[in-house]
């Protein structure tokens, strides 16, 4: 009940938020601007094979939703730091923690209204990765729970994580850590061209610490065509989000750890 | 008798700057207690320690000795929130919400469960003088409604404790006389109330006890009427004084206040008998003899100021 209500007041803070709304009319720009290539791309796919013309489109789409993808990674990170510290900052946490409300209910709360903004934005991505689709004239064969369960997976471990750091650091220092974290993850991922820039027992020690969100990148399954489907086994799926999920689960763990101790004076 | 609703004992807060070797120390060695169903003024300049007493008091910042209890519970403990109503400093609120909105989210918080009692809401409202504005969006309010407001989610909930800190900022006196009378209503009904103000002469009206602290230390702790005494001065009005009444009352320390149609003396209460006879010998009528109490507000410069000197 308390959970549920802080979580909700937050997911409602965050829809008023300029810059949630700056994002979403990024959202609606993407759609206006792919338009043309997605049209073009329907035309030149008429004079292709069919298997060629579903690649192209689909490869199209995946580079596209990669990018807004992205996007919704550091919207994760930076709405997770800013609902904590904004309600530090403004005092408005001090009338709440005043209420029979543990630290960590606050936290969580905090957490799931985040979390509730990602299922919005993944739900728009979801529908904007169709829409594309559509307008290059092909459709999109991956599970549909993939393309929803992924992008919200990896948002919760950047929220956990932003989480994490802004109980001990300024939001913006807390932001910066979580972008400089996630290239780093992806320059030490096994698929990097750029992984020989370290030895191999750090590359692979820092891979396993680093939030390596590659495994539960959806674009992955944008990708793939009809004919590839059925390439991933259960069993990978369960890996990768057993990974996420755990990743998040143990961030949160260590938030909730170090908000406990930590003074709720305005900051 | 009752265990004390709040309790201080030996509190030390020292505030360090990170990665600096400066360091604050906003309480030293701090004690008092406030015992169940009292109105305790909780007093100082500002800078004293106040805020950072009432946040260590509601758990938000953590003392670094001494010990704390509030109804019997550790300070953030939620078997004693259960039983406070808080109103921080300056407070915010979120401004997207209305005032009913935000009540009710903070009923949700309440963690009793269940809907809102019908009614509750409006009468908490008309309480504060805020009915007809539930459902403007606490952004347009203007800074005493948001005090207002403050006061209301305070109340919710039916505290045993109100924990206020400076609950008349922002008011005019209307609205300072109205949370003064709401605070005396609450005394009546045997509320705890521990509030911190700078408003001396109306908070003198209704606390039955007194905290000064300054600079991080307790000055002064006790009753109030223990604390300005009663009957140490009195102050008699008489109709006219000729000059040989004069001459008697200044060779006895009186202070001479002339009026249009009266004289006020005012002088030492083990004086007062003789006084009276020797002022009445002189051929003056006496209209009033009443003993002088001093003032918080005199009470609380004087303390100040004598710890200053001695600091």
């Not at chain 1, 199209?60 to 730091?81: D, E, N, P, T």
């Not at chain 2, 919710?156 to 009378?181: C, F, H, I, N, Y």
């Not at chain 2, 521990?194 to 002469?201: I, K, N, Q, R």
């Not at chain 2, 010998?281 to 001695?310: A, H, Q, W």
Request: charged share 20%.
């Amino acid at each position: 009940m308390k959970v549920r209500a802080i979580a909700l007041n937050t997911f409602g803070s965050l829809l008023r938020n300029k810059l949630i709304v700056l994002f979403l009319a990024g959202f609606v720009c993407v759609v206006l601007l792919m338009m043309t290539p997605m049209l073009a791309a329907k035309t030149i796919a008429g004079t292709m094979e069919a298997g060629q013309a579903e690649g192209m489109v689909l490869g199209i789409v995946s580079a596209i939703m990669s990018l807004v993808s992205g996007f919704g990674s550091l919207l994760a990170g930076w709405a997770a730091a800013d609902v904590v510290s904004s309600e530090m900052k403004s005092g408005t946490i001090l009338a709440i923690m005043a209420r029979p409300v543990r630290r960590w209910e606050f936290l969580l709360g905090k957490y799931l209204g985040v979390q509730l903004l990602m299922v919005v934005y993944v739900l728009a991505m979801f529908a904007l990765s169709y829409l594309l689709a559509w307008m290059g004239g092909e459709k999109i064969h991956s599970a549909a729970w993939t393309l929803l369960l992924y992008p919200l997976v990896r948002y919760a471990i950047y929220s956990a994580i932003a989480t994490l750091l802004v109980t001990m650091m300024h939001p913006v220092v807390a932001f910066a850590i979580i972008l400089v974290t996630s290239v780093a993850a992806s320059i030490l991922a096994p698929s990097s061209a750029t992984r020989a820039i370290l030895p191999e027992w750090l590359r692979a020690g820092l891979y396993a610490v680093l939030p390596s969100t590659g495994l539960l990148s959806e674009a992955r399954f944008l990708a793939i065509t009809q004919s590839a489907l059925h390439s991933t086994s259960w069993t990978d799926h369960l890996t990768a989000i057993a990974y996420g999920l755990d990743y998040a689960l143990v961030c949160f763990l260590l938030a909730a750890w170090s908000f406990h101790k930590r003074s709720l004076s305005r900051v | 008798m009752s265990a004390p609703a709040i309790e201080f004992h030996n509190v030390t807060k020292v505030y360090q700057r990170r990665f600096s070797s400066e360091r604050v120390a906003a309480l030293t060695d701090v004690s008092f207690e406030v015992a169940a169903g009292e109105v305790c003024a909780f007093l100082g300049p500002n800078g004293a320690g106040k805020t950072t007493s009432i946040s260590i008091l509601m758990g938000f910042l953590f003392a670094d000795s001494g010990d704390v209890r509030v109804i019997g519970y550790e300070p953030g403990d939620v078997r004693a929130k259960e039983h406070i109503g808080f109103l921080p400093e300056n407070f915010a609120f979120y401004k997207h919400l209305t005032a009913e909105e935000l009540l009710r989210l903070h009923w949700a918080l309440t963690g009793k469960g269940g809907p809102i009692v019908d009614g509750l809401i409006t009468r908490l409202l008309i309480k504060v003088k805020l009915q007809g504005y539930e459902h403007l969006k606490i952004g347009k309010y203007s800074r005493g409604m948001i005090q207002r407001l403050g006061v209301a989610q305070a109340l919710l909930g039916d505290p045993q404790l109100l924990v206020l800190d400076e609950p008349t900022s922002g008011l005019d006196p209307a609205g300072r006389k109205e949370v003064l009378d709401l605070l005396a209503t609450l005394k009546s009904q045997g509320k705890t109330v521990f509030l911190s103000s700078h408003v001396l002469p109306e908070v003198e009206q209704i606390c039955d006890r007194v905290v000064i602290i300054d600079r991080g230390h307790l000055v002064r702790a006790g009753q109030l009427g223990e604390l300005l005494g009663s009957g140490n001065c009195v102050e008699l009005t008489v109709d006219r004084l000729s000059a040989d009444g004069e001459a008697i009352a200044a060779a006895r320390g009186a202070a001479i206040e002339r009026g249009r149609n009266q004289v006020r003396l005012v002088f030492d209460a083990a004086l007062k008998r003789e006084m009276a006879e020797l002022l009445w010998s002189t051929g003056c009528d006496i209209i009033s003899m009443n003993p002088v109490k001093g003032t918080l507000e005199e009470l609380f410069l004087k303390l100040v100021s004598d710890y200053e000197r001695v600091e």
